[in-house]
């Protein structure tokens, strides 16, 4: 054997030698069991790092809107046109199986490189106005909210059911761990360099997204006896599917009312928060943004580790009523240490509520309308934007401890309420939502 092939024999030993050693670690830890999945190895960083530039971009874009206008309605009708494409999201998941959830997710992964090439020029060339950060804003708003529901396919679309709770954890901590370090990372980036340097950190960010998503979920799940429909009969026959399954219509009326009345509080808003309430600077939303994602993070690692153990329908319930019931108290906190731990507690108790809810879809549902029902459930999403866009004018009128103690009552009622409709289905310890 020549040098250069003996050289090259050791260097594949070695290679194969590192690669047993890292399934030896996954088979020990039952945290990475996902890993042994080769798509999950490239998504959960792609999903990572596109997690971080939308952090990233919420804080340069939403701290902009709010200094530029000086209106807390303007800071939340911006937060609003981000979800924009909820209207839309049931045809990305319709399209996710005509052409693959895969080569979708990279398109619009595509997307976002384009838009934030945009809005780099704009600043660098000093000619960024809120007027044209809405115009992107929306243009992106078209296509971001969709990326969860294509994530959550992906992951379901790949990995065997006894894992998947497991996954659904682990993947959630792209969200969570993204949001402390991409909220931190662009308020010191706006601080030190300016939002334009800022902005190119987020196109390279994006663009690494898109080159590990290129190995993901290569080929797409094929449905026994699938054929062609037109795309309006597709999305009628997923709305009919999700109002006729009584958990599967139980936990998207649930999302809606989560987006509608808790999230507005822990999203955009936390802008007014930072500013008007505590009066901190960019970097101590950053702090309050964070604080929430390392609860949330939290959460997730807890649900990774214990989720086997859990009846998903149950705890997303008593996860919700927790939830409203924190933002009750976090409404009405002044003292800004005392808000950050508010917010650790109310991204601990909202990974134990979206978590399992997402896992109760992707398990419940029929594979053939698994893409659609995942959709509709993003439409749920659209709850966000109305609820800024509603929360913004009652600030303004009524201050933020009222208007948050207003949205957590309705919040709490409306919960109790829908288990009270769907109690068989939500509470019962044998209903196959609460199957562990």
């Given at each position: 054997?020549?040098?250069p092939?003996?050289?090259?024999?050791r260097?594949?030993?070695?290679?194969?030698?590192e690669?047993?050693e890292?399934?030896a670690?996954i088979?020990?830890?039952?945290a990475?069991?996902?890993?042994?999945i080769?798509?999950?190895r490239?998504?959960?960083?792609?999903d990572l790092l596109?997690?971080?530039?939308?952090?990233?971009?919420?804080?340069?874009?939403?701290w902009f809107?709010?200094?530029?206008t000086?209106?807390?309605l303007a800071?939340a009708v911006?937060g609003s046109l981000?979800?924009?494409g909820?209207?839309i999201?049931p045809?990305?998941?319709?399209a996710g199986?005509r052409i693959?959830n895969?080569?979708?997710i990279?398109l619009m992964?595509l997307t976002y490189?384009a838009?934030?090439?945009?809005l780099a020029?704009?600043?660098?060339s000093?000619?960024?106005t809120?007027?044209a950060v809405?115009?992107v804003a929306t243009?992106?708003?078209?296509?971001?909210?969709?990326?969860?529901?294509?994530?959550?396919?992906?992951v379901?679309?790949t990995m065997?059911a006894?894992?998947l709770?497991?996954a659904?954890g682990v993947?959630?901590?792209t969200a969570?761990s993204?949001r402390?370090v991409?909220?931190?990372s662009g308020?010191t980036?706006?601080?030190a360099v300016g939002?334009g340097v800022?902005?190119?950190a987020v196109?390279?960010?994006y663009?690494?997204?898109l080159?590990?998503s290129l190995?993901?979920?290569i080929r797409?799940l094929?449905v026994?006896?699938?054929?062609?429909?037109?795309?309006?009969?597709?999305?009628?026959?997923g709305f009919?599917?999700?109002?006729?399954?009584?958990d599967?219509?139980?936990a998207?009326?649930?999302?809606?009312?989560?987006?509608?009345a808790a999230?507005?509080?822990v999203?955009?808003?936390l802008?007014?928060v930072a500013k008007?309430?505590?009066g901190?600077d960019?970097?101590?939303?950053?702090?309050l943004?964070?604080?929430?994602?390392a609860g949330?993070?939290?959460?997730?690692?807890?649900?990774v580790?214990?989720?086997a153990r859990?009846?998903p329908?149950?705890?997303?319930?008593?996860?919700a009523l927790?939830w409203f019931?924190a933002?009750?108290v976090?409404?009405?906190?002044a003292v800004?240490?005392?808000?950050?731990a508010?917010l650790v507690?109310i991204?601990?108790?909202?990974?134990?509520c979206?978590v399992?809810?997402?896992?109760?879809?992707?398990?419940?549902a029929d594979?053939?309308?698994?893409?659609?029902v995942?959709g509709?459930r993003?439409?749920a999403?659209?709850?966000?934007?109305?609820?800024?866009?509603?929360s913004?004018?009652l600030i303004?009128?009524?201050?933020?401890?009222?208007t948050?103690t207003?949205?957590?009552?309705?919040?709490?009622?409306?919960?109790?309420?829908?288990?009270?409709?769907w109690?068989r289905h939500l509470?019962?310890?044998?209903?196959a939502?609460?199957?562990?």
């Amino acid at each position: 054997m020549t040098i250069p092939a003996l050289w090259l024999a050791r260097r594949a030993d070695k290679a194969r030698q590192e690669t047993n050693e890292i399934v030896a670690v996954i088979e020990r830890v039952a945290a990475l069991a996902p890993f042994r999945i080769r798509s999950f190895r490239f998504q959960w960083p792609a999903d990572l790092l596109a997690s971080w530039a939308f952090e990233m971009e919420s804080v340069i874009l939403g701290w902009f809107v709010l200094v530029s206008t000086g209106s807390v309605l303007a800071l939340a009708v911006f937060g609003s046109l981000q979800f924009l494409g909820t209207l839309i999201s049931p045809f990305f998941g319709m399209a996710g199986d005509r052409i693959g959830n895969r080569n979708l997710i990279c398109l619009m992964r595509l997307t976002y490189v384009a838009a934030a090439a945009c809005l780099a020029a704009l600043f660098l060339s000093e000619n960024a106005t809120p007027v044209a950060v809405f115009v992107v804003a929306t243009v992106m708003g078209l296509v971001r909210p969709s990326d969860i529901t294509m994530r959550n396919l992906l992951v379901g679309e790949t990995m065997p059911a006894d894992l998947l709770m497991r996954a659904m954890g682990v993947s959630r901590t792209t969200a969570d761990s993204a949001r402390i370090v991409g909220a931190l990372s662009g308020a010191t980036l706006v601080a030190a360099v300016g939002s334009g340097v800022a902005y190119v950190a987020v196109c390279i960010v994006y663009m690494a997204s898109l080159l590990l998503s290129l190995n993901v979920g290569i080929r797409r799940l094929r449905v026994v006896g699938e054929r062609a429909e037109s795309p309006f009969s597709a999305l009628k026959a997923g709305f009919a599917y999700v109002w006729s399954t009584p958990d599967v219509r139980a936990a998207t009326l649930l999302a809606f009312l989560m987006n509608f009345a808790a999230y507005p509080f822990v999203g955009s808003l936390l802008a007014h928060v930072a500013k008007d309430v505590y009066g901190l600077d960019q970097r101590g939303l950053g702090v309050l943004i964070a604080c929430f994602a390392a609860g949330a993070l939290a959460g997730s690692v807890v649900l990774v580790t214990f989720g086997a153990r859990i009846r998903p329908a149950r705890t997303m319930v008593v996860s919700a009523l927790l939830w409203f019931a924190a933002t009750l108290v976090f409404s009405w906190i002044a003292v800004p240490v005392w808000g950050e731990a508010m917010l650790v507690v109310i991204g601990f108790v909202q990974s134990f509520c979206m978590v399992p809810m997402a896992v109760i879809l992707l398990r419940t549902a029929d594979p053939a309308f698994r893409g659609r029902v995942m959709g509709v459930r993003m439409l749920a999403v659209y709850g966000l934007p109305l609820g800024m866009l509603l929360s913004g004018p009652l600030i303004e009128h009524f201050g933020f401890p009222l208007t948050g103690t207003l949205f957590s009552l309705v919040g709490i009622g409306v919960t109790v309420l829908i288990v009270s409709r769907w109690r068989r289905h939500l509470w019962h310890p044998e209903a196959a939502a609460n199957t562990r």
